[in-house]
């Protein structure tokens, strides 16, 4: 069942890691000692291979904090930088209902990956599949979305 259209969007969520505590990148951790004592820095080496998280980007991140590794420094915001997580949305434009959720670091990489994941979890567990997808410039053009998510929607209008 096709429905009217999708939207898909992210919300930054600062991260309880602090600048202070955090390392440059260019400094070598030894995070398996680390993950002895640490259940976030455990959880986050057990994820680096999901597109989510580790494997959304090969850029090194510029900080990264011992206590929440997971969480990735950014200046998005265009103030301040910090430590946070994307909550990536499925919307469904008509009913004005959120689908589905997915959380990731915050890069782009991983919040169009995230895009993808929600429109198919949404086609496996509900049946539903947008005619169009409206998103932010962020998430690519029309046709560079299509062909990421070629069979997902049947039309992805310039937004």
């Not at 980007?57 to 420094?73: G, L, Y």
């Amino acid at each position: 069942m096709a429905r009217e259209g999708f939207a898909v969007d992210t919300s930054l969520i600062p991260a309880d890691a602090n600048k202070q505590r955090s390392v440059s990148s260019a400094e070598g951790t030894d995070w398996p000692a680390l993950a002895a004592s640490r259940r976030s820095v455990r959880e986050y080496l057990d994820t680096l291979d999901q597109t989510a998280w580790g494997a959304a980007s090969e850029v090194t991140p510029k900080f990264v904090s011992r206590s929440d590794p997971a969480a990735q420094w950014t200046g998005a915001h265009k103030g301040h930088a910090f430590f946070a997580y994307a909550d990536n949305y499925l919307i469904d434009l008509k009913a004005a209902v959120i689908l589905d959720v997915e959380a990731t670091r915050a890069i782009r990489q991983a919040e169009v990956g995230a895009a993808k994941t929600m429109i198919e979890r949404t086609a496996e567990r509900f049946g539903l599949r947008p005619d169009r997808l409206a998103a932010d410039g962020a998430y690519g053009s029309a046709p560079s979305l299509a062909r990421r998510h070629q069979g997902d929607c049947a039309a992805y209008p310039g937004v």
